[in-house]
């Protein structure tokens, strides 16, 4: 285990590089649920797997700006433009990724501004490389710092751990996903006739202990499978809405103009 987290990747050792990508997940998961409250007024969900409070794309990207962009440090104009395009690239193939193999579609930018198949877009993609600026100058110092506090085999030995259970938590979110896939196409079909049986296996009975509607719902409530899956079977995400806030007030103005209006 030395030699693989010792071993470098165009600078950085291995074993920082799979620290940052837990670290920058689980941040990724903080600056979500943030965004969502500061715009929308909600808090829910923002996870990318389930059972863990990561965001993985974050970690790609942030992972992604650490060995691609430390060595620019003096050139914050080329961190921020390669840091926008590096993480487009990673966003774009997730989101295409995501759909090839599960047929849902995690998030739609088709109504913004110079999109991409609505996979990307130029407002997020600026996002991007502001978030870069922030990787590279600010965050990346004290995550070595804290990585560096753990080094030796303590440090190892937790980020095996850790690794071992995004592994797990990366092949349960396929198998849940392929399942909900499987009975929205199901919930699709017209009722002819009797509903046809189907035996399930081993595997797929244990996806559906580990993952049940509620917790794929409540996981991942943005994503168009799941979007549908609540519609066709009357389950609702959980959420807490900010009512102070102003999208909500807004809405509450408009209910209550319109109750007036008809009364």
């Known amino acids: 285990m030395d030699a693989l987290y010792s071993a470098t990747v165009l600078g950085p050792p291995l074993y920082l590089i799979l620290w940052v990508f837990i670290i920058y997940s689980v941040l990724g998961v903080v600056v979500e649920l ?12 923002r996870q990318g797997l389930l059972y863990l409070p990561l965001r993985p794309i974050y970690g790609l990207g942030g992972a992604s700006c650490t060995v691609l962009l430390h060595h620019l440090i ?18 774009y193939a997730a989101s295409l990724v995501m759909e090839k193999l599960s047929g849902a579609i995690s998030w739609d930018y088709g109504d913004k501004l110079l999109n991409v198949h609505g996979r ?49 938590s990366a092949v349960l979110t396929a198998g849940a996903l392929n399942r909900i896939a499987r009975r929205v196409g199901a919930l699709r ?10 035996s399930l296996t ?14 794929v719902i409540n996981t991942f409530p943005r994503m168009s499978l799941i979007s549908e899956l609540s519609d066709r079977t009357g389950q609702q995400r959980a959420w807490i809405r900010w009512s102070g806030h102003p999208a909500w007030r807004h809405q509450r103005d408009v209910a209550r103009t319109r109750s007036s209006l008809s009364s």
């Open 74 to 91: 003096t050139e914050p104009v080329v961190v921020f433009v390669l840091g926008m395009l590096i993480c487009t690239a990673i966003e």
């Open 120 to 168: 990307v877009c130029l407002q997020y993609s600026a996002s991007w490389g502001l978030l870069s600026l922030l990787v590279v100058y600010v965050l990346d110092p004290v995550v070595y710092s804290v990585v560096k506090a753990l080094d030796g085999q303590i440090g190892q030995a937790i980020l095996t751990v850790l690794l071992i259970m995004v592994a797990l």
């Open 34 to 45: 943030v965004f969502c409250l500061v715009v929308e007024g909600v808090v829910e969900s």
């Open 202 to 215: 081993s595997w797929q009975r244990l996806i559906d202990r580990l993952a049940p509607d509620v917790v």
């Open 189 to 198: 079909a017209p009722p002819w006739g009797e509903p046809a049986t189907t």
